[in-house]
């Protein structure tokens, strides 16, 4: 178009000129066509201006959506290694778990079983002493009897020297009335127990002679009964020693598990609280995570579409330029 008033106005200035006070219809043409020229480059500049505008914003925005797709990457990338790193802590924590559960379970077992040994042996420790108790008791009270009925004199004691055995000893003693019958037979079953362990113990050739044996080198009926309450009260002393040292080793077994299992539990509580606190921010990490996933989809979808509308103008903007100029 500039091209034609160009052409046209060379041809008008080629004609010859009217008088000043008429205008010819070739100058209203004239004044037409430069008015259309000039309205044409007043609509170039505003569209430049209104490109350049257009332009400008869209390097901005471009920049912005550049800054935030960047900062959305490194972002995700951190959340995606968070998540990877309660991962893993929430895998070796109940990991670390399951292994003091196990480790408690077998101490409580292990504490259960120890207290059913020492109950048994506190059982058994009773009985024993109680028997030994009661023996060293009647061995007792039969030889201050007998002492007492021997110093006396008379032909049942008589009887009670001549003696060949303990058994036969305790029968005269029961005829004379200075014993009962319960505590002959209690003392005559203790001789035949004895006389059980001595066969044992003469095989062996280890233990304290048995009453037969006493009697036997001394036919002597109370240092017999006293050295049967020696051997009994010598049993007695070692039960008690036994039982004593028995006590000492299951208080000091039970303090150690109780207490083994008390950090375990302490350990456990420690790592239910870590497993808590890392499964919280795992699960508040992943819901940031898909949350900056969308943000960061939706921010490449706009700079894609805002690159596709930039160039569209641009385009249109050449093309109109380029129609103004013709």
């Known amino acids: 178009m500039m091209r034609f008033a160009g052409a046209l106005l060379l041809a008008v200035a080629a004609a010859p000129a009217a008088r000043a ?17 000039g309205k044409v480059i007043k609509e170039g500049e505003e569209a430049q201006k209104l490109y350049a505008e257009f332009s400008e914003w869209c390097e901005d925005r471009a920049r912005e959506l550049g800054h935030e797709i960047k900062t959305g990457t490194a972002e995700a990338d951190s959340l995606k290694a968070s998540i990877a790193e309660s991962s893993a802590t929430i ?7 399951d292994d003091l559960v196990s480790d408690i379970a077998t101490d409580e077992a292990d504490l259960k079983a120890a207290t059913e040994i020492r109950d048994n042996e506190a059982a058994d420790f009773k009985a024993e002493e109680s028997e030994l108790v009661e023996t060293i008791s009647m061995l007792d009270r039969a030889t201050g009897i007998l002492e007492r009925e ?15 055995s303990l058994a036969s000893a ?5 005829q004379a009335s200075v014993m009962s019958s319960a505590d002959a037979q209690r003392l005559t079953a203790l001789v035949q127990t004895s006389n059980t362990v001595a066969d044992t113990d003469a095989e062996s050739d280890v233990g304290a002679p048995d009453a037969a ?3 036997s080198q ?5 240092q017999t009964l006293h050295d049967m309450m020696e051997k009994a009260e010598s049993q007695l002393d070692s039960a008690r ?12 077994l039970k ?3 109780l207490d083994e299992i008390k950090f375990a539990n302490k350990d456990m509580a420690a790592a239910k609280n870590g497993l808590a606190q890392s499964s919280e921010a795992k699960a508040t990490a992943e819901g940031d995570l898909e949350t900056t996933s969308k943000d960061l989809q939706a921010d490449i979808e706009a700079k894609a579409d805002l690159h596709q509308e930039c160039m569209s103008k641009a385009e249109d903007f050449e093309a109109e330029t380029k129609s103004r100029g013709e």
């Open 21 to 37: 006070s008429e205008v010819s219809p070739i100058g209203k043409v004239v004044q037409l066509i430069s008015d259309l020229q």
């Open 91 to 97: 895998l070796e924590l109940t990991t670390k778990i």
């Open 150 to 164: 021997m110093a006396k004199g008379g032909a049942s004691m008589m009887q009670v020297r001549n003696a060949q």
């Open 170 to 174: 305790l029968s005269a003693m029961v």
């Open 213 to 215: 044996v006493y009697e």
């Open 218 to 222: 001394s036919g002597n009926v109370v």
């Open 241 to 252: 020693k036994t039982e004593t040292k028995n006590l000492q080793n299951f208080e000091m």
């Open 255 to 257: 303090e150690s598990l």
